[in-house]
C-alpha cells in the first residue's frame, strides 16, 4: 500500500539554525500538507500547498516557513532559523487532490521529531 | 472561534469491553469530520469519516461513529475492544469555508488491559 514518507525520522538543531523536513507524498497525489503536533498539544494545521503554490496557510506559517516541491516527488519544510518553540513533531500528509474537495482522505507520514536546543 | 474537543484524554479498559470516544466541535455550518487512529510506532491513519448522507459511519475494524448534528458530536464507539485497540484515537474537523485542512481534537489515549 502507497505511504507517505518522512525524512529524517530525528532531528537535533541549533537556535537559529536552518532546517529542511523531507517529505515524498503518495506519488499521484497532488494536495499536501504539513502539520506539527508540539508535545502535550494537538496536532495543528501549518500549510497546504496545491498546483505548485500554497493553497492555505496557518498564523503559525510566518516569514520563517516555506515550502517547495523542487521535483516531481519530494515536498520540503525549510524553517529559516529555528526557535526553541519550533520543537514539535513535524508530519507531512498528502490527499489526491482530483476533486479538491475537504472529503478526500488525507494520509499521513510518520513525522520528524525535531528538537531545537 | 471553531474548535474540536475530545472529552477523554485517557481511557482504561478490558478487553470485551464496549468503548465510546467522545468529540464534540464549534461551528454552525456544514463539516466533514473524521477519526484518525495512531498505533503505537505508527503513522496516523484513518479510521472513517464522514461528510453526508447516513449520519451513522461504519469504518476499518469494527470502529463506527454517529453524527448527532444537534450536540455537534461525533463519537467514536466499538462493541467490544481488542487488546490491538491500544491506541491513540484523533478526531478531526474540516469546517466549511476552510479549505482542506483538519482541526483535530487533543486525541485520547486508550490502552486495553487482557
Known amino acids: 500500500e502507497p505511504e507517505v514518507t518522512q525524512t529524517p525520522s530525528h532531528q537535533v538543531t541549533q537556535m537559529g539554525q536552518e532546517v529542511i523536513l523531507r517529505c515524498v507524498p503518495i506519488?499521484?497525489?497532488?494536495?499536501f500538507y504539513w502539520y506539527r503536533q508540539i508535545l502535550g498539544q494537538k496536532v495543528e494545521f501549518l500549510v497546504s500547498f496545491y498546483n505548485n503554490e500554497i493553497s492555505e496557510k496557518s498564523e503559525i506559517f510566518d516569514d520563517q516557513f516555506s515550502v517547495e516541491r523542487p521535483d516531481g516527488s519530494n515536498f520540503t519544510l525549510k524553517i529559516r532559523s529555528t526557535k526553541l518553540e519550533d520543537s514539535a513533531m513535524y508530519f507531512c500528509?498528502?490527499?489526491?487532490?482530483?476533486?479538491?474537495?475537504?472529503?478526500?482522505?488525507?494520509?499521513f507520514g510518520p513525522g520528524t521529531r525535531l528538537l531545537v536546543l | 472561534a471553531q474548535s474540536v474537543s475530545q472529552h477523554n484524554h485517557h481511557v482504561i479498559l478490558s478487553e470485551a469491553a464496549s468503548l465510546e470516544l467522545g468529540c464534540n466541535y464549534s461551528y454552525g455550518g456544514t463539516v466533514n469530520l473524521f477519526w484518525y487512529v495512531q498505533y503505537p510506532g505508527q503513522h496516523l491513519q484513518l479510521l472513517l469519516k464522514?461528510?453526508?448522507?447516513?449520519?451513522l459511519v461504519k469504518g476499518i475494524k469494527g470502529f463506527e461513529a454517529e453524527f448527532i448534528k444537534s450536540k455537534f458530536s461525533f463519537n467514536l464507539r466499538k462493541p467490544s475492544v481488542q487488546w490491538s485497540d491500544t491506541a491513540e484515537y484523533f478526531c478531526?474537523?474540516?469546517?466549511?469555508?476552510?479549505?482542506?485542512?483538519?482541526?483535530f481534537g487533543t486525541g485520547t489515549q486508550l490502552k486495553v488491559e487482557l
Open positions: 478531526a474537523v474540516i469546517f466549511t469555508g476552510g479549505g482542506n485542512k483538519l482541526t
Open positions: 506519488s499521484n497525489h497532488l494536495y
Open positions: 500528509a498528502s490527499s489526491e487532490g482530483t476533486s479538491g474537495r475537504a472529503w478526500e482522505t488525507q494520509y
Open positions: 464522514y461528510f453526508s448522507g447516513d449520519p
